[in-house]
């Protein structure tokens, strides 16, 4: 059935009639209001070598760098966090006992950076608790090397796999000649998270013949931080929660591509809270 030109006009009339009223009703909804993340890729201050690659740290506890841990977390103060999230395991209290432990004198904060960062600023911001949000998952690598060494990729394999030490020791020099808020600052600017990212995708390169090692090890490093992603939201319950997420560099890239990726969230960067 043909639509007549008198009621194509009548409707783009009328259209436009609803948007004049509702660019005019000052009660009209707004934009929607969205809660406030930001995510602190950190290093590991008590030097776990859990990871294929780890920073070499001096103490963290001496008192220098004591001083440095205070002024780096008075500034982040100033984010106002009413949540903070923490790579420690979901559903674990012992990172919650130590902190009420602390509370109330009975703990000593150890080099963790749980401790020295989100324990202190819990206490500073007056929150009774932190959120453990860490879940495992696989991270098939000896799968890599193998189908890199079958298929003469190894040097490609050594190619990509050294960009970690000579940033490690890159972050070692920053360490030894600043302050703890000097590295903090490079390990979370833009153009560090992405390359931090970059050793990953490569991985999509150890691939052929039916065989899939590189794609898989992507999908299960983006499969734990999806589910990181979701404790992360399933903490959050209100457009007026400003959450700081403490976690391990690596995992920065895909919790901030995640949070700008949420209609309802709002990023935010570490240098506009820290200097």
């Known amino acids: 059935m043909r639509t007549s030109t008198r009621t194509i006009l009548l409707a783009a009339a009328f259209a436009f009639a609803i948007l004049c009223a509702v660019a005019q009703n000052p009660s009209s909804p707004g934009p929607t209001p969205k809660a406030h993340v930001l995510v602190l890729g950190t290093f590991h201050m008590a030097n776990p070598g859990r990871d294929v690659f780890n920073l070499q740290v001096d103490d963290m506890k001496a008192p220098k760098r004591q001083a440095e841990i205070a002024a780096f977390v008075e500034n982040l103060k100033t984010f106002r966090p009413t949540k903070i999230a923490v790579e420690a395991p979901l559903g674990d209290d012992k ?14 904060l150890t080099a963790n950076e749980v401790d020295q960062v989100a324990f202190r600023l819990a206490k500073e911001m007056g929150l009774k608790q932190v959120y453990p949000i860490d879940i495992m998952g696989d991270f098939p690598y000896e799968a ?54 970059a050793l990953y995708m490569g991985m999509a390169r150890f691939a052929g013949n039916g065989e899939y090692p590189g794609p898989d090890l992507m999908a299960a490093w983006y499969r ?18 400003r959450v700081l997420v403490i976690y391990g560099a690596g995992h920065a890239y895909w919790l901030q591509r995640n949070v700008l990726d949420s209609d309802d969230l709002a990023l935010e960067k570490l240098a506009d809270y820290v200097h």
Do not use: C
């Open 144 to 197: 890599v090397a193998d189908f890199a060494k079958k298929n003469g990729k190894e040097q490609l394999m050594n190619d990509i796999v050294s960009v970690a030490p000579r940033e490690l020791e890159k972050e070692s020099n920053i360490l030894k000649n600043g302050t703890v808020t000097d590295l903090f600052l490079h390990i979370n600017a833009e153009e560090q998270v992405r390359e931090g990212n």
């Open 95 to 108: 990172t919650n006992q130590h902190y009420r432990d602390y509370l109330a004198g009975k703990y000593e």
């Open 224 to 241: 734990r931080n999806a589910r990181i992603f979701a404790n992360l939201r399933n903490l959050m319950d209100s457009p007026d929660d």
